[in-house]
């Protein structure tokens, strides 16, 4: 089982631009959540993903958008991308139920934004 | 709304217990967590309680919860070097009818051999 994978690692863009950000879940898992986490904080919760439906988000814009594909993997969409959108980008997956939410983290994409 | 604070750092010396401290504000949290994070790597779940529960043990962790005061604790008994990491607590809580996590801001734990 190789866990959450996220791709890419690292990645670098410009103000304005676009990005995407890839993951797979653990395999067995069918919910997906996406977490910001800026240099020196803990990490934000973005939105989470469920039967190929967002099901909850954060506060955050619309620029930040995603998509879960029916394997669960999801992507994260980010536009016209701010200096301030510069973080380690987390994935997480679980199963959905309501016990304790047992979330498995990926290693995470770290976006700069120049 | 929901807030979970820590205190940032937290310097031990190899084989003493280490006490981080968490506290929380949203008294309808159903779970509460601690991770770690080592650098440049994901999150890692090292255990969580029920929140009608006062504490949990599991190996040299243990996890004490003062429900009234809203004040979670994780004990790491004989720090190992590899315990080095950030530390961030996690609470969770029925939202719209789903779990929603909201994380505090770490704490970094430095182990001196």
């Known amino acids: 089982d190789a866990g959450v994978t996220q791709s890419p690692t690292h990645l670098i863009k410009t103000r304005g631009q676009q990005v995407t950000l890839r993951c797979s879940p653990k395999?067995?898992?069918?919910?997906v959540s996406w977490y910001q986490q800026a240099l020196g904080q803990g990490p934000q919760f973005i939105f989470q993903?469920?039967?190929?439906?967002?099901?909850q988000r954060g506060n955050f814009p619309d620029r930040f958008s995603g998509h879960q594909f029916p394997n669960y993997s999801s992507e994260l969409n980010v536009n016209a991308l701010l200096l301030g959108d510069s973080a380690l980008y987390l994935c997480?997956?679980?199963?959905?139920?309501?016990?304790?939410?047992?979330?498995?983290f990926g290693p995470g994409t770290r976006l700069t934004v120049l | 709304g929901e807030d979970v604070e820590q205190s940032l750092f937290l310097s031990v010396r190899e084989g003493d217990s280490s006490v981080i401290n968490c506290t929380y504000t949203?008294?309808?949290?159903?779970?509460l967590y601690w991770y770690k994070q080592e650098p440049g790597a994901g999150l890692q779940l090292l255990t969580y309680?029920?929140?009608?529960?006062d504490m949990k043990q599991d190996q040299r962790l243990t996890v004490l919860l003062n429900k009234k005061d809203k004040h979670l604790s994780l004990r790491i008994a004989d720090t190992q070097t590899g315990d080095s990491a950030i530390y961030f607590c996690a609470e969770s809580f029925h939202s719209g009818g789903y779990q929603k996590v909201t994380f505090g801001t770490g704490t970094k734990l430095q182990v001196i051999p």
């Open positions: 997480a997956s679980s199963l959905a139920h309501l016990g304790p939410d047992e979330q498995f």
């Open positions: 993903y469920y039967e190929e439906e967002e099901r």
């Open positions: 395999s067995g898992h069918d919910t």
């Open positions: 309680i029920f929140s009608n529960m």
């Open positions: 949203d008294s309808s949290s159903t779970y």
